[in-house]
């Protein structure tokens, strides 16, 4: 089965929501990149985490290695977030996760 | 400002023909990685490179080959291209620490097309 299983798979939002995507691990996870690929292709990288929770502007994200999952929060989402956000376990080379499509709607 | 390059961005080649994408990158970063992505789908590693002429196959090499003769430039080399080979082409780079492998550093990608 997957060993980085994201959800949702595809999420709509309208434009100052707010929303969490998650990304859980059947593997034993230390550190976690979370990316966004936008409409135009590139790979953005969002977070590079180990246990515990950062924050950028109106993005946070949180890992929790005991439990095996992170999550992505989406604060006051704006067009610009639209994409395609990847999580992956890396570490010794990264283990990506399916994604989550994001449509975020004016 | 720290950053992995990748030329050319686009690229048409007939089957059968040898394909040659190159990788920059100026953090003097040890580890350095080629993916390929296909239309909704995640990254799949082909190559890894660990420094100059230290290189391992990833999870799909067959077909591909890569060279790195510098520390900032790996090559990735398609001998007789293959139409099944069209798909968009990602770099990436790391430093190694401390035995594991940090936050990785994509490029902008390569979209080749084989005819």
């Known amino acids: 089965g997957d060993k980085v299983k994201q959800s949702p798979s595809a999420l709509s939002l309208q434009e100052g929501t707010n929303s969490a995507l998650r990304c859980n691990f059947s593997?034993?996870?230390?550190?976690v990149q979370w990316f966004l690929q936008n409409p135009r292709g590139s790979l953005i990288n969002l977070f590079y985490?180990?246990?515990?929770?950062k924050e950028n502007g109106r993005l946070k994200s949180t890992f929790n290695s005991k439990e095996s999952y992170s999550t992505l929060h989406i604060r006051d989402a704006q067009l610009e977030d639209s994409g395609t956000y990847f999580c992956?376990?890396?570490?010794?080379?990264?283990?990506w996760g399916s994604g989550t499509k994001l449509i975020i709607k004016p | 400002d720290m950053k992995v390059t990748q030329m050319p961005r686009y690229l048409i080649k007939r089957m059968g023909e040898n394909v040659l994408l190159e990788c920059g990158q100026d953090?003097?970063?040890?580890?350095m990685y080629w993916y390929r992505q296909d239309p909704g789908l995640g990254l799949q590693l082909i190559y890894i490179?660990?420094?100059?002429?230290?290189?391992s196959e990833g999870d799909i090499p067959k077909g591909y080959r890569v060279s790195r003769k510098k520390r900032e430039h790996f090559s990735l080399i398609l001998d007789s291209a293959k139409t099944n080979q069209t798909s968009v082409y990602f770099c990436?780079?790391?430093?190694?620490?401390?035995?594991?492998?940090?936050?990785?550093?994509f490029g902008p990608g390569t979209r080749l097309t084989v005819l």
């Open positions: 593997i034993a996870a230390t550190t």
């Open positions: 992956a376990d890396s570490n010794y080379q990264l283990i």
């Open positions: 990436a780079s790391s430093l190694l620490t401390g035995g594991n492998y940090a936050e990785q550093f």
């Open positions: 953090m003097s970063h040890e580890t």
């Open positions: 490179s660990y420094d100059v002429d230290s290189n």
């Open positions: 985490l180990v246990p515990g929770t």
